[in-house]
């Protein structure tokens, strides 16, 4: 399985991804490759390519619970032209290059405080945080 936060951490909440990805790393679950990154880019298709399955992790802004975490899959209409990447175009292209489709979900945990250039998430973010990275290594252990 590969796990890619990615976000700010320089930008408040917007570090969700990667301090949810580190977390992950830290607990050392057999099997989990983590990659961390400001961005989802177009580089990003190889590694997923390579993967049986993929979970990307981002900040979600107005989320009406502590986290979100849903299935994703290429989308015809998705926009690559751009630098930054959604993980469904990370996806579109894996499949469009390497005729790969792995498995693929999405998590977002919700933020609170964005727009302050600060290092740290808030508490409320923190809360969060720790409330996926439960529910990640529970669903995980049962994956295997």
Known sequence: MLLIGYGNPGRGDDG???????????AGLPGVTVMVDYQLTVEHAFDVAGAGQVVFADALIGGAGAF???EAAPATDADITSHSLSPEAV?????????????AHVMGITGQDFGEVREGLSDPAQGNLDRAVEFFLDWAKDRR
């Not at 969700?16 to 830290?26: D, S």
């Not at 996806?91 to 792995?102: I, Q």
């Open 68 to 70: 979100r975490f849903t």
């Open 91 to 103: 996806l579109t292209l894996a499949r469009t290059l390497y005729d790969a489709a792995p498995e």
């Open 16 to 26: 969700l991804g990667p301090a949810f990805a580190e977390r992950i790393e830290r």
